[in-house]
């Protein structure tokens, strides 16, 4: 390795800058930047996310070169303060903190107060004069070091962490309530019963030299980086597992030598709404982790101005600035020594879906940034966030009158939730996948818990603040929060919570209102988002809700930058007419099939099914021919002059009749025919792999009179509507074509239909027939196809399937490992594998195009609605992407921003 | 359409020659190379195939260019024969004839007569100086155009021929007990009676202008294209349904004037041996059509040199000047009119597959071609009927000593064949799918039999020589054939034959020896064909068989040219040892489910498979490892210094357990676990789609102890063999990769396995790890996964289902269907479908030696053993291809006619 393994920072300059953090990690870009903008930060330096992979790849050994550099920059540090590391007169205390590219809070681990040993303690005391803050910062530091680097911890959810048993032991031995009572002998004692006790369990010394110390926190940091917590984060959030951490190491400073020292955490605009305001949380006489672990309830920021008017005001100016010029609502840390401010970190805030739309439009409006910039800044799921539903306020207020109300806390993650209470993160887990609803109650939330939070509907907290674990996670997650609510009395042991009286015990239900804050007992009734009730519901005025308003101009932006069309997946009128409200610009997907099943429609299905001739057949589908028409009327009504793309019949004949012994026997009596018949008919049709069997066009192909029904209905429908004035658009899509020939002979009865209808009703209208592209033979003879075909429709499901030779009903004994083993980085149903897939999709575009160079190419496949694989379809080249209607809007974003490169 | 449509032959020169066969179907082209060689050719013309695409085209109608050039070629054949075309005094009679670009005998329609009319017909009977020809000319005439051009014919297979109704009555009325017994006048009568049913059936006047024949006649040729017997026998030939026929209209020549007239068929080598012989057989005053019909029984050809001995020998000079100018044997069809001889047609003879390579190798021994030419003319499955199994000839010896001896006939199809006796097609097709072996006994058969004939196991008929419809296709189809056994008494009616006062009756079995001609009672034990004899059971010497002599030299040939090494899929040491005799190089694919399952092994692998911790599993593959280990030493020690190649374990776990309850209670007991257990993990088990589920490298990656343990068995075994001198070279795959990380996390299990071994048992030896590629992804992906990979075999199977979307198992419903429709000319489960698998392939190689130029590459699915898939394995680069061991020869041969281009 010859690049630059350390980057210093300090005195007004750095090495590095903002825009290093690939290299230096988001927090030690970050520092450089703050430095070199003016903003006091204690000097350290950053040792490169390069040498975090060096080090994993060299089995946890370091180059000589990184062991000059990171002495050099230590000199440099030790020259900046005029101190010594290791030094028993003046010593030099450092932190030792990760960084990784993308903000993982909390996920890996920090060493405070590095430097201390028996010889340095001394000058600690020498330079404090506080004999009792230095044993303090001592023993935390002896204790965090023993954890973190040593691995000495409770092993197990029932052990006792063997730090706390000695501690509380001496507590008890000193007669103290509080740890506070503790005086410096305690202290001092503890520390040295703590290094006997890491010798015992780890098997090894606690490193009495500094320096040794340094490298061993070095290396600890780095192998936190593949820890438990920080790779089931990582998947949670999509970030590659091979990109490594930053470390870095900075001059301590201490924010708990006294009530005129204290350490905060702000964001330069409330997160969870948005507002621009100065929003933050501080604790007196305490360390940064105190804040961020939310063991202690933090104070509101504002409460700063009346102990300490100066820094308060000094603390504004830093957000302000910080504010402009990073033009992004930024989540920074500070620790007040002795009425000095220092700046420890500064990063983009986590925010809720509402206040990422908010900051993103009103930055618009300050000229602060670009539409396009705002556009960049809002994530696409986010605005899933808008569109949850909201509590009948009406109700809630009968129910909270009715005494109903538990609590009332921090309203840390906006929505409405109710659910059952668990305490645990594993039960949560499990009644999730038990189909369940649960609210996950703890005391406190840890970085352990994020499982379980994933899969709660909301989480409820009785201590921290909103820069607490749990705020910050539920925040970024989406989920809906109420924090710190103090007066919940929550026993694990027990299973309940005692509030007011009250108890609530293990899986009784309670609703959460994350934008006011309260705990209501029960479960509340949920009304449509607020931008539902003012598009679709119509009883809410656009002007009425800022969230609309915010919603709304986002969208516009959108929609004046993005290339790709948005359809919609619909087969109902209803669904539809939902999704043009939402944008969609057309039907990307009608199935035909869910149409079979309504009423006593499955009857005639069921009896063309059970023809053995093609009049039989026949006799059946013309019963069914007047209720596709209806079908397809209600449809092309609902889309108006809108593109309708109706699939014919896709999934295989046995899927309409039923399977076990019982049912068959009593359909066959509803027929009037032998059991017998009818079973052998189910097990006739019965497959090894239906996915790869007798459906698709094969279907038409083998009774092409059913195709000639769908595209009689198709057509008839369209004659009847264009009547009344719609300009109506039907696009027959023949679905599984693997060979030209099949398109060919299906497009056939489908032109002789429309061309009958014509005739009969003397209504002339537009149609296309297209084809889904869903096998890799489709893809691979697109130029074939092509010549059969008027428009192309991925069918990515199926050519995930396919491509993949991995059945999504069977995967899940195996996907789930491989996309933790990341062999695919991520779930390919859920988003385009683009290497796999992806190419032949690419090959499919540039085939049909060499045959007809303006060949409208969709995409119908679930990943239509992804924002990824929306990016990937605008990269080769597509004309639209179709999801169903509640991810539309989402599509809309994904496609500007896609637009935007 | 602007191409020339007619070509001219006569008088010595033709416009076409023998390389038009494309252009002017196999019979104009060689009758115009004839007429240039200067034999008797009668003269005439023929209309392209591209007439008969744009008939299809045009459905039905001609162009007036073509009306023009007919009636011009007219007017030459007319000058040439002196004669006129529907001239009262001196009528010009016309045949009209299909020829397809490849000889389809007997399966379309032809005309003779042609020209005749109540006019015309004076003009015939004055030139011929013979009435009662004359109007039996005539009636045929009539009765033949009336069913193939007005399509009068029986309705069903119990409807009575019309004609035959009215002839049979004629008899009656006559007194006649044969046809040639009755007067011109009733002939003359039969013709107006004919014309009257024919107008009242067929709603039409028989035409009587011939130039109104005449194109009725073309129509009908060119329709006779797409009738029933033309399509299923283009299935079972593989010829294109889009080739179309040419149609040769020709001037008529009679051998049916009397005594000293005659028609007959030769062949220029004998086509059931092989053997340079003047080979066929002749009636006397008799038309063509008798003779290949198989009406009456022809005879000897070297009988007519008594006959008319100037005849004969000028047609012996025929034959060698034919076999001589197109260096292949010929079969030959001529008439003899009044003592001079015609020559109707020449094309190359289909011929057994013994006589195929007979004549193949001597014709390079007679310096007529190169080795080359000889391999290209040997069909590779054709060295399938060389494989054949024989009589056992103690066994037939005592039958027939004992009376078993039921007739004898024509040898016509070489071989040994035992089966039920069927009288129909319909019943051999029927019987034959129920799993039963049948031998088809017709008096004669016509092309309506052929589905039939393939059907069964052999073919024995009552009438008809070896040139009849029965010994031809027959012959073609590599059946066993006896033919003309006149002594049998065969009654549809009764279901029976009655022979030497014994009754056999259908289902009753019998055995024909096709290269004998003889049929015996009962079913006769056989034997391995004499190449097994002689290669791998060494009870034959070499040199005591010609037929091994004839194999043996083309296979050294093939050996000599061949670019592409042919190994063998086996999994046991005795189906690799006679792989290797087979001229096997190497074990392409070694399945190792297969060894799952014998013996007490099922017991070690439930028990894996229910196991739900790592260690159990391994305990229960330590139990299989010793086991595995002996496979692998008795597979190296067949194998040699050949490459094997072991595929990890790839099916399904839930194929390893019982389905039903019965069996999983019982296996439950055995095991000693609850019913309910086991039960609970069968269904667990169970996929949607198995195919596309839970196996594979999946198995290996979810459960890694399974490849470790195979791994370990692979080079415990090599290392084994290795010291007791065997120079073994072990290739492990892994299967069903899609992503190079499968392989990557697999491989380095195998290459520990390997190191592991080596340090226990101190020996050294070479491996390769690859991988099967048979997932469109793998393909796609080639580049990356060959990083990771050794070598690659393609897993055609797999792949054409996935890239078909198409599960082998469920494609009966629709496959079928699809390759009558043309959707896809030939099965692709069968030969690889180029476009999509092919094109994949393609990718594969191309991506994959990107990476590694040199990377070993073959194919190990079925289609390793079909030849025109080896061919585009050869085309695309592949290094091998792997069959079934009985396939080897014919890869063998496939291999060496692909590198010969």
Redesign the interface.
């Known amino acids: 390795m010859t690049n630059k393994l350390v980057y210093f920072f300090g005195g007004g300059k750095a090495d590095g800058n903002a825009k290093m953090k690939e290299l230096l990690g988001g927090k030690g870009a970050n520092l450089a930047e703050m430095t070199n903008i003016g903003l006091p930060v204690p000097p350290g330096f950053t040792i490169t996310t390069e040498v975090c992979t060096e080090y994993f790849q060299n089995r946890g050994k370091y180059s000589p070169e990184l062991e000059e550099e990171v002495s050099e920059a230590l000199k440099r540090v030790e020259e900046l303060m005029n101190a010594k590391f290791g030094d028993a007169e003046n010593p030099l205390l450092m932190s030792v903190r990760s960084g990784a590219r993308s903000s993982m809070p909390g996920m890996m681990d920090t060493i405070l107060n590095l430097g201390l040993n028996d010889d340095t303690i001394q000058g600690l005391i020498a330079k404090t004069d506080d004999e009792r803050f230095a044993y303090d910062a001592y023993r935390r530091f002896v204790q965090m070091y023993g954890d973190v680097v040593m691995g000495v911890r409770p092993e197990g959810v029932d052990d006792i962490d063997p730090f706390e048993e000695i501690f509380d032991k001496k507590k008890k031995a000193y007669g103290a309530k509080y740890d506070v009572e503790l005086p410096a002998k305690a202290l001092k004692e503890l520390v040295s019963e703590y290094k006997t006790m890491i010798a015992e369990r780890a098997g090894q010394k606690f490193p009495e030299k500094p320096i040794d110390q340094l490298w061993g926190a070095i290396g600890a940091v780095f192998s936190s980086w593949n820890n438990d917590r920080a790779i089931a984060y990582r998947e949670l959030n999509n970030i590659p597992g091979d990109w490594g951490t930053a470390v870095n190491v900075q001059t301590m400073v201490f924010g708990n030598m006294g009530e005129d020292c204290g350490t905060g955490v702000g964001f330069t605009r409330n997160p969870a709404t948005g507002e621009n305001e100065f929003y933050g949380e501080y604790l007196l006489n305490a360390q940064g982790e105190d804040v961020v672990a939310g063991i202690r309830t933090p104070r509101p920021i504002m409460e700063l101005e009346k102990d300490m008017p100066e820094v308060f005001n000094e603390l504004n100016d830093v957000r302000k600035t910080l504010d402009k010029h990073y033009r992004e609502m930024q989540d920074f840390e500070f620790t007040i020594q002795k009425r000095k401010l220092y700046m420890l970190q500064t990063r983009a805030g986590k925010r809720t879906g509402f206040a990422s739309i908010r900051i993103a439009v009103e930055m618009v409006r300050e000229g602060l940034i670009s539409k396009e910039e705002a556009l960049r800044r809002v994530e696409p799921e986010q605005l899933n966030q808008l569109l949850r539903p909201v509590f009948n306020l009406k109700e809630k207020k009968r129910r909270m009158d009715e005494g109903g109300l538990l609590a009332e806390g921090l309203n840390a993650g906006p929505g409405a939730a109710s659910g059952q209470v668990v305490f645990n993160a594993p039960d949560a887990v499990k009644w999730a996948k038990d189909g369940k609803k649960v609210i996950l109650v703890r005391i406190e939330t840890s970085p352990e818990d994020i499982r379980g939070m994933n899969a709660a509907e909301g989480i409820l907290t009785a201590r921290g603040g909103m820069t607490s674990h749990a705020a910050l996670v539920a925040r970024q997650m989406g989920k809906v929060c109420v924090a710190g609510c103090g007066t919940l009395d929550i026993s694990y042991a027990k299973r309940q919570i005692a509030v007011k009286g009250k108890i609530i015990k293990e899986g009784d239900w309670i609703s959460l209102d994350g934008t006011e804050g309260q705990v209501i007992e029960g479960a509340l009734v949920t009304l449509p988002s607020e931008v539902e009730q003012v598009l679709i519901h119509k009883i809410l005025k656009p002007e009425d809700s800022p969230v609309f308003g915010l919603f709304n101009e986002l969208m516009t932006w959108a929609d004046a930058v993005r290339r790709l069309k948005v359809r919609t997946n619909a087969d109902q009128p209803d669904q539809a007419s939902v999704a043009v409200l939402f944008g969609a610009e057309g039907i990307g997907l009608c199935r035909t099939e869910h149409m079979f099943f309504g009423g006593n429609r499955i009857d005639a299905v069921r009896e063309m099914i059970l023809s053995d001739t093609k009049e039989g057949r026949e006799k059946a589908l013309a019963k069914l021919l007047p209720m596709q028409k209806e079908d397809f009327i209600g449809i092309f009504q609902a889309m108006g002059h809108r593109p309708v793309t109706i699939r014919t019949l896709d999934p295989p004949l046995h899927e309409f009749l039923p399977h076990d012994d019982e049912q068959i026997a009593e359909l066959a009596k509803d027929m009037v025919i032998s059991f017998d018949k009818l079973k052998a008919k189910v097990e006739s049709l019965s497959?090894?792999?239906?996915?790869?069997?007798?459906r698709?066009c094969?279907l038409g192909?083998?009774f092409p009179e059913i195709t000639a029904m769908q595209a009689k209905a198709v057509f008839s429908a369209a004659a009847e509507v264009k009547k009344q004035g719609v300009d109506v658009h039907p696009e027959v899509m023949i679905p599984?074509v693997?060979?030209v020939?099949?398109l060919k002979?299906q497009r056939e009865i489908v032109i002789k239909a429309a061309e009958e209808v014509k005739k009969e009703t003397g209504v002339d209208f537009d149609y296309l027939v297209g084809t889904m592209i869903?096998?890799?033979?489709g893809c691979?003879?697109a130029d074939?196809v092509a010549q059969e075909a008027e428009f192309f429709s991925f069918g990515t499901n199926?050519l995930t399937?396919?491509?993949?030779?991995?059945?999504r009903?069977?995967?899940g004994?195996?996907l789930p490992?491989?996309v933790r083993?990341?062999?695919?980085s991520r779930d390919p149903f859920a988003a385009i594998?683009r290497?796999?897939?992806g190419?032949?999709m690419k090959i499919g575009v540039e085939k049909g195009r060499t045959v007809k160079p303006d060949l409208k190419i969709g995409i119908c496949g679930e990943h239509g609605g992804e924002p990824s694989s929306v990016e990937f379809c605008h990269q080769i080249g597509l004309d639209y992407v179709s999801c169903s209607p509640y991810r539309v809007p989402v599509a809309r974003l994904a496609a500007a921003k896609a637009a935007l490169g």
Request: hydrophobic share 35%; glycine share 10%.
């Open positions: 497959e090894m792999n239906p996915m790869l069997g007798f698709g094969r192909i083998i599984l693997g060979h020939k099949e002979l869903e096998l890799p033979r691979l003879t074939q199926d399937q396919t491509t993949l030779g991995m059945s009903d069977d995967a004994k195996f490992d491989y083993e990341k062999i695919y594998d290497e796999g897939v190419l032949l």
